[in-house]
């Protein structure tokens, strides 16, 4: 982790630099753990204590911090996946959706012509999509069920630190999905199911209103190296198709995306207008690019609109107002819904996974678990039969604004009617009275909701309900998040989900400031804050902080109790418990009256 | 609410200003509930709404945001509760002890001499210490179990917009505390208990290495702007006398002190030095002063201290591993275990609260709900007992760092055990991992055990593990805590909490930006965030927001479907459900098999 700029060499040397910070050879580097076969290296955060000893942490940054490997975001990232893919067989090349201005947003009628700066198409290597040989599904899905491992299946089982065969089977239960687009070779494979350590989404995307393809891109890169681990485009404005290609040929994280807002784009912004054939097509466009995961707001049907009427804040989901504005419209039923099973064939031709999105999410406290909520939900419940039946990786997108009280009943009823496929929710917020800081309002859900069983958290950002996150409110919102699903993987008893939190303390209690900066989720403010307080060196080698002072210390008062007791831990519990035994006979005594 | 220095008329004007800024007359003004008489009128913070309605919020900002109040810090607010306690006639004036100079830490023998700057002293009215006439308890609980309605619990019930005989009815049950040091007359008062909105402490305090008296009242002031119910006044370096003093004499809500530390600085940090008369002369210094209440760590027994050996981060808590260190040094009792009858008679006599501090407190997640610590916590139940036969109002301090599954337990165990005494937690932070976001880690904590029952909760800044927080911490930190304790209000299904939410929702949903800024708990960094945006005046009156932008708006595409059935909600629900009826037929089919 560094905050530098992933992209350029200068922050792989920061990376490796936090030890000479400290003016010794400590800090982390990036690490491999070798899988079955040489092409298979899972990449760890390597973090080198000062009493010697090394801690493993899960690492989503990509290649972007291992000094060995030179990155260009001009040329795209290594396609890791292209053998195991092309091993298998099943796949093949084909010439693809020739790209129009229109996918850009740019109109032929246009005045303004072409692309906003056309030197922003994608110079990286010329390729082809790839899809489905004979149309039968490539999915992760469809090979678990057959009981084949692959690759990217023993790739997590080693991220995840279980058996691949435990991968295999929660994807072939449909409790997990790994979401890995045939045309997006460049992931570094990762699984999403309430059996493995809860996952982080952070979005992305410029609008009609402000940024660019640097930024997104930029903004990828930043969010994956604090810990994102997939990442959804969201853009709305302009250029659209060449930001997702910029940002899929560098992620080294599965991409999502809600394919009607493009298609809505294609119509100029009128509902109305838009149509199966129009959405199909982008969704072939986007796929064809690498999409490894698409929000689809099938569930939002005509007779649930009404159903939103009552409400204090309406529909809140962009697709799902869209989608509501059509029905109405046309009066007639979504042509989501009444095209879903083609949908579904066109996504196991390229392993694409369903996001089945919340269309009709709560977007207030009052309207929680209404009756519009948990009518979509049911149809989500038979929409994710169907994909299963088609073989396409499935997962479910949950709210929004929930109080905690009714946040259970949420995942309760999910896994209950969606056959524990993986839950994906938008926090939730658990009040709606602190704008500018719904990452918080929102992580307290995100954090409880994960406990009981949400296996990956869409992040929300301070700028929520406000603006778009810039580059600090992105890094703000990974954050939170983090602390959050890390706080649902301890509650969760995950399997070595609190040796980090060990580490950390008992770097804390032996005052090895350095070691808790680095193996904190935020060195580097971490680090930072130590410093406006006590800013000289020695200090981080001082055994004392800031909140006491030198004299007045509960750890070192804490530490000499210790000592005072003998040197090993044997001989401080001998000591003490011989202590303890002699005023057991008091001690046991509930009060002792006062002698004088 | 307003960011600039609470306790200059500047402050004033900008909180009054805020409407202008909008360029209309709305924002909000102090107003105030009028009691059964004329000198009871408890203040309100009234939001006024572009569309005319008014919010009525709970106000912990004190004379300092009343234009109408003339405030100066040199000379301290005015002792609204000086004729109550005068006409209850139990009480008396007397000359007090001595102020001397080792109460801010000054040796005879010291080089130093003197204060660090003696026109540091209060230069406020003289006044002299009052107490119990006879000795017997002049506590709110002594006068509760009398049957008597004080003018402080009639005050609270406005607040908290109950029956006054349910406030009388909780304090006298032991259920809920109303801190209020008959030296201290200067405090609006307020409850804390489980059957009333969630409370939310602040901590400040200048130590051996940083901060001074001025920085400290500003942030006690600036704390309790931005909601802190109390303020703790954590001092441990010098001239801590004196600072207590600013910060009571300017206060409008409860401090509470750790006299234990003020008593160590007597001892100059030798813990092995201290006595029961010293403690003793501390706990009489600070209750003539006027502190509201005192965490006391009676709890932390001798034989008890064996058992955190084993511990990952031994004992963390200050006051805890002194009274440890204490035991050890002198293989003794605790001595304010073994003088607690004598202590409660003294606090009874100034009505001092007691918070019984957990010493043993787990400082990591490994150490969570350990034998150390529930064993402090049984001792503490008995001295809440001994507490209340003295008449003492009573709280019990909690946790500390404690993983999602085990906060339940904690807040179970403490309501059993110590008979339903407000239970006083500090978050619990839910992982380790994340030192500079512990008011994030701990606010997912704090939140849950709120809404389980815990009463007040002890805000954790960015600084914690780091150093001492400054003021934007201090901001950071309350904001954090109101949010866990609204969510806990809501999730409790507190009366007209969700009256808050339903409002700013409802401002949200009719783009009504101004009314979502001035009922935001920040008013001030919600508009901030959104002028980032679209800085521009109209759009605060625009109908989107550059997350979707102008033509992608699901709000306003929600409106329009509103529109598209009506203007009035009958003849919406109508025509939807109209519609719904005419989609009945197919909408129940589970699912269309495809036409073409």
Sequence with gaps: MTTSDARTPASKQSAENQGDEAGKSIGWHKGYVQGSRPDLRVPVRQVHL???KDVTLYDTSGPYTDPAIDTDVRRGLAPLRENWIVARGDTEEYAGRPVRPEDDGV????????LRNLDAVFPGRPRQPRRSRDGRPVTQLAYARRGEITPEMEYVAIRENVEAEVVREEIAAGRAVLPANVNHPEIEPMIIGKRFLVKVNAN?????????????????????????????????GRNIHTTREWVLRNSPVPIGTVPLYQALEKVDGRAEELTWEIYKDTVIEQAEQGVDYMTVHAGVRLPYVPLTARRKTGIVSRGGSIMAAWCLAHHKESFLYEHFEELCEILATYDVTYSL??????????DANDEAQFAELRTLGELNTIAKRFGVQTMIEGPGHVPMHKIKENIDLQQEICEEAPFYTLGPLTTDVAPAYDHITSGIGAAMIAWWGTAMLCYVTPKEHLGLPNRDDVKTGVITYKIAAHAADLAKGHPGAQEWDDALSDARFEFRWEDQFNLALDPDTAREFHDETLPAEPAKTAHFCSMCGPKFCSMKISQDIRRQHGGSQEEIEEGMAAKSKEFAAAGNRVYLPIAD
Tied chains: 1, 2.
Excluded: F
């Excluded at 109109?107 to 072409?114: Q, V």
């Excluded at 609008?207 to 890169?221: F, G, L, P, Q, R």
């Design 50 to 52: 000062t009493n010697g």
């Design 107 to 114: 109109k032929h009628t246009s005045p303004r012509g072409g």
């Design 204 to 236: 992305i995307g410029n609008s009609a209103v402000t940024s660019s393809i640097e930024e997104e891109v930029d903004k990828m890169t930043w969010a994956t190296q604090w810990g994102a681990d997939t990442v959804m485009d969201l853009s709305t």
């Design 357 to 366: 999105g919340d269309g009709l999410r709560p977007g207030s406290i009052a």
